[in-house]
């Protein structure tokens, strides 16, 4: 459980960062890119390793729309940045969400049953939370580009529902004794 804390607090740590960038500033387009990138990434590697390991099916339905849905999401940032001509720049905020992707597969790898379920969908619930924070504060008012702003505007629904989706999901569980 303690790691489980600690990976989410680095996440949150990460996407936080996002509000403070350099000297005040938020980040650039490329930089936008890469961290939308990055974070769809470890939902996708999170959401691969769930559906292997989960016996619910209400974790695995929500595992399996999270890869669908997160690898949509980085098909149209791809699709996008390659007619914008932009090349994502990966930066610390993108290399943090990466170390925290990371260290909650390395967790969850050691747990099975109802303790990978909860585990799983707790730290769904906060990494979802805190990406539409990122999206509301730092990266929807920080990019220059309007097709790029466009696309956060219009992928922001989702985050919203995944994170109702979760937050049902993990009341279920809690039902459940999970």
Request: hydrophobic share 40%; aromatic share 2%; glycine share 6%.
């Amino acid at each position: 459980m303690k790691l489980i804390i600690h990976t989410v607090l680095a996440t949150t740590l990460a996407l936080a960062s996002i509000a403070s960038g350099a000297q005040g500033t938020g980040p650039s387009d490329p930089q936008i890119a890469a961290i939308v990138v990055t974070a769809n990434q470890v939902d996708i590697d999170a959401g691969k390793l769930a559906e292997t390991r989960t016996k619910s099916k209400d974790v695995k339905a929500f595992a399996q729309r999270m890869v669908t849905d997160h690898t949509g999401v980085n098909k149209a940032a791809a699709n996008l940045v390659k007619k914008l001509n932009v090349t994502p720049e990966d930066n610390p905020t993108s290399q943090n969400i990466k170390q925290g992707g990371d260290q909650n597969i390395a967790k969850l790898k050691t747990l099975s049953g109802a303790s990978f379920d909860k585990a799983y969908i707790d730290h769904e619930v906060t990494y979802h939370e805190n990406v539409i924070d990122a999206l509301d504060k730092t990266l929807i008012p920080s990019a220059k580009n309007e097709e790029l702003k466009a696309l956060l505007v219009k992928v922001r629904p989702a985050f919203v529902a995944h994170l109702e989706h979760a937050r049902h999901v993990q009341a279920e569980l809690a039902k459940s004794g999970a």
